[in-house]
């Protein structure tokens, strides 16, 4: 029987598409990553396949599903099967580095950046860099997990010293220009389909860990979870307008991510620099229901993959589902 195929390895994250997809009486199945087996000689099922690995999933004691999933979308592609962030949205996801690689050939601004391969090379960058404050983070993290803001070199060579830098998994790290808030929040625009959602506003005022998700790690003191949420953390923004969104919709599309987002910073002559692109969104229900629009962005995957599915339009009473 062909259905929905959705590839994770977070059984939190996908209780809302769960749902979702029983709202719309679509047919799926999971695909959980981290046990899990892959005869090559065999055919895939038939249906779509949505990736949702995530970067972060090191954290959660999955550390090689990323890993695995380049070979199993390697052979879902080679059957010629629909795969909704393919493995090059993967290869993104997993590599900050490349991420503004292909920020800077779809002329989009990104904080100026260099990478080592050693720790004992971060001071020599940074006097490279010439910027202060200086951000670290790792070459792949997720949830802003291991990045750091210094003030001056001399705090990064003490923190060398004592291990303070936490794990880099590919032995890779970014030393980044910090760019201040202009309201001291940052801003992640979202798209489903190629289509823009729309735009929440993040506080960013107490540390880089800004997953959005209502079931994150509860000891992520900067993560929303539950009922403990703070109302100002993520804010969606009504009538929202940003005249770079058809460069960020056309920068998704060229690089195979059809449900992702980009988060950007606005220093205070106005400028955006898009720091990070995320391929495996998730979505505050909290602040969707705050917003009064009716734009749910798990109801909208699910839409959007049960379209696919069909190869024609879900029929538009499915909007009201919600």
């Known amino acids: 029987m062909k259905k929905i195929y959705v590839i ?27 046990k899990m087996s892959l005869d090559l000689n065999e055919i895939p099922p038939d249906g779509i ?17 990323p890993e695995y999933t380049g070979t199993l979308l390697a052979w879902l592609e080679r059957h010629g099967r629909e795969v909704v962030n393919g493995r090059r949205a993967l290869q993104l996801e997993v590599r900050k580095s490349e991420q503004y690689l292909a920020l800077q050939a779809a002329g989009i601004a990104h904080p100026k950046t260099l990478i080592v391969n050693d720790l004992g090379l971060l001071p020599h960058a940074v006097d490279q860099l010439g910027l202060f404050p200086f951000i670290v983070k790792p070459n792949r993290g997720g949830k802003g997990t291991g990045v750091q803001l210094f003030q001056r070199k001399e705090s990064l060579i003490e ?24 309201n001291g929040r940052v801003v992640r625009a979202e798209f489903v389909g190629g289509k823009f959602l729309y735009a929440v506003s993040i506080d960013a005022g107490k540390g880089f860990q800004l997953c959005p998700a209502d079931a994150c790690n509860i000891g992520d003191a900067f993560c929303p979870a539950g009922k403990n949420n703070d109302k100002s953390k993520f804010i969606v923004l009504n009538n929202y307008y940003n005249e770079d969104l058809e460069k960020y ?16 910073v606005e220093d205070v002559h106005g400028q955006r620099y898009v720091y990070d692109v995320n391929t495996n969104t998730n ?7 705050e917003a009064g629009n009716n734009r749910r962005g798990m109801f909208e995957i699910a839409k959007y993959l049960g379209e696919r599915f069909v190869e024609q339009a879900v029929p538009k009473y499915l909007e009201m589902a919600y």
């Open 8 to 34: 994770h390895e977070n059984d939190e994250w996908i209780v809302p598409l769960r749902t979702a997809f029983g709202k719309l009486n679509l047919p799926y199945e999971e695909w959980f990553i981290n």
């Open 49 to 65: 396949f949505y990736n949702r690995i995530s970067a972060s999933s090191h954290i959660r004691d999955h550390r090689y599903a």
């Open 159 to 182: 923190a060398i010293k004592n291990n303070g830098l936490g794990e880099s998994l590919d032995g890779i790290w970014l030393v980044q220009q910090y760019v201040q808030p202009v």
């Open 249 to 264: 919709a056309a920068f998704l599309h060229k690089n195979n991510i059809g449900i992702g987002a980009l988060e950007y």
């Open 283 to 289: 979505y505050n229900s909290q602040a969707e229901m």
